[in-house]
């Protein structure tokens, strides 16, 4: 069946940016800032169960992001459970925005895009592109330099590295 343009409204859209966050990067940051010009209100919204041991706390990860973003008013940080599209219906959002880096990052982000149309046909996932200079960057990458030592600060916002330099005192 053809795609139904039908439901096409001009009311500004909720878009969700869901993720682990551990710790955000400036990556992140460059997709929040481009997301949040695009949609009228933009929730960041941390991943409570991770499968992957995290660095820092939920609560660590949520004032990161708060800190991170204040100065977007229609930026707001959130921490959801359970499946993505339960909570996106329950906050009204009709979309999902992703990162996609690098080819590499395509097969897992279109499977989990995939699914989630599967579960629900009328949430659309966005992909958008962080500037050039992040296309390398990832919490993982960060986090394993912080921890021997290596230079963070220009990969992560300044509150973000005095936490890292604490964790790995
Ligand atoms: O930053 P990440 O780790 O790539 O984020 C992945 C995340 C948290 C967005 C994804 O694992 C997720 O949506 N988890 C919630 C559970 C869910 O809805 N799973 C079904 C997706 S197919």
Redesign the pocket.
């Known amino acids: 069946m053809p795609f139904d343009a039908g439901n096409a409204t001009s009311k500004p859209v909720t878009a969700i940016y869901?993720?682990?966050?551990d710790p955000v990067t400036n990556g992140h940051l460059d997709l929040i800032t481009r997301a949040s010009n695009i949609f009228g209100k933009l929730i960041v919204a941390v991943?409570h169960?991770?499968e992957?041991d995290p660095l820092f706390t939920e609560k660590e990860r949520v004032e990161m992001l708060e800190t991170a973003t204040f100065k977007w008013d229609n930026v707001q940080i959130d921490v959801?459970d359970?499946?993505?599209?339960d909570y996106a219906r329950a906050k009204g959002a009709s979309v999902i925005v992703?990162g996609i880096r690098a080819v590499s990052d395509y097969e897992y982000e279109l499977?989990?895009a995939m699914?989630?149309r599967k579960?629900e046909p009328d949430i659309e996932t966005v992909f958008m592109l962080p500037a050039e200079q992040y296309s390398y960057l990832s919490s993982r990458l960060v986090k394993e330099l912080a921890r021997f030592g290596g230079p963070t600060k220009d990969f992560v916002p300044p509150n973000v590295h005095e936490r890292m330099s604490t964790k790995f005192k």
Do not use: E, V
């Not at 869901?18 to 966050?21: A, E, I, R, T």
């Open positions: 869901p993720g682990s966050f991943a169960n991770l992957k959801f359970g499946l993505l599209m992703r499977q989990m699914m989630n579960i």
